[in-house]
């Protein structure tokens, strides 16, 4: 059985981009519009020669009409079927309060959690995420997912945390 990863985080901060980058595969749907993917939510992928199956948790449709809800499920769907959780977060706009949410149910269900700060485009956006220690969870890692930087560290963290 492989290992399982999970992505979560809020709408729009680009949880469908680092899956289809990840997957090395445009098999996730990305629309500028939040929460309206309809996403293909499971792949097989692999870094450095370990395989896992890969998971985008915003992808899967809830009946709950509350945003902040919905995170919450989704993160809690996470936690039951992943080894490895990924919250993505993002650079441009900071800590949000859903974020803190999302990041206070992870740290309580005591699973390996790695913070990936995704829309970290340039040098100054990669330099600029010490604000992300404040969740609580450890290292954030600077990536984007539109350019593919960042990705490396991110996966060499998460394979490490089998
Ligand atoms: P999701 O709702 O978390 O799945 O987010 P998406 O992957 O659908 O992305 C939401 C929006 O953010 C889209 O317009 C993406 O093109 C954009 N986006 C995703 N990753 C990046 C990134 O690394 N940099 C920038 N500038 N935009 C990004
Ligand atoms: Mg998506």
């Given at each position: 059985v492989l290992p399982t990863v999970a992505l979560v985080g809020r709408p729009n901060v680009g949880k469908s981009t680092l899956f289809n980058r990840i997957a090395e595969e445009r098999i996730s749907i990305v629309e500028d519009t939040p929460g309206v993917t309809r996403d293909r939510i499971y792949t097989h992928a692999e870094w450095l020669g370990k395989q896992f199956n890969l998971i985008d948790?915003?992808?899967?449709?809830?009946?709950?009409?509350?945003l902040n809800q919905e995170i919450r499920s989704q993160a809690e769907i996470a936690i039951e079927e992943a080894d490895v959780i990924v919250l993505v977060v993002d650079a441009r706009v900071g800590v949000t309060a859903a974020d803190e949410v999302v990041a206070q149910i992870l740290f309580s269900a005591h699973k390996p959690i790695v913070v990936a700060v995704n829309k970290a485009d340039n040098l100054e956006q990669r330099q600029d995420i010490y604000e992300f220690y404040a969740l609580g969870l450890g290292d954030p890692y600077p990536v984007s997912g539109v350019h593919g930087t960042g990705m490396g560290d991110l996966l060499d963290q998460v394979i490490q945390s089998f």
């Open positions: 948790t915003g992808g899967i449709t809830l009946e709950e009409h509350d």
